[in-house]
């Protein structure tokens, strides 16, 4: 299992930024993919970003392609979103998440049920 602690989160103006970054307490097979989602109260968990600790494949959901970036530091095993042009309805909870490696692809693709292991998550509001 690994843990992930997100921090980052707050409050900003709309068309601002928020940097996001994802802690992982190790990283292993089990770690290939790490991923961002975001859930709202009463509504399903939404994919943000993907991307692969072996040679920082990406991939973004629609809703945050070209303002939303992701990285990764291998060395410091840390994973982070740049959140940029933010918007109201950004404003969720975000969670990072580790994949198993039996699932890379799906992973990749934004498929939560791949991910086998969860943040606490950190709140972001974007004010109008």
């Known amino acids: 299992q690994v843990q992930l602690v997100e921090s980052g989160g707050g409050l900003v103006q709309a068309g601002g930024s928020l940097r996001l970054s994802c802690a992982a307490s190790r990283r292993s097979d089990s770690s290939g993919v790490m991923g961002w989602f975001r859930q709202a109260p009463g509504k399903e968990r939404e994919f943000v970003a993907a991307i692969t600790w072996r040679g920082g494949s990406t991939n973004y959901g629609r809703s945050v392609k070209g303002r939303f970036t992701i990285s990764r530091d291998n060395a410091k095993n840390t994973v982070a979103l740049q959140m940029n042009s933010l918007l109201p309805e950004d404003t969720v909870v975000y969670y990072c998440?580790?994949?198993?490696?039996?699932?890379?692809?799906?992973?990749?693709?934004?498929?939560?049920?791949?991910?086998?292991?969860w943040g606490q998550g950190t709140q972001v509001t974007v004010s109008s």
């Open positions: 998440a580790a994949a198993t490696p039996l699932a890379m692809t799906t992973a990749m693709s934004g498929a939560d049920r791949a991910y086998v292991d």
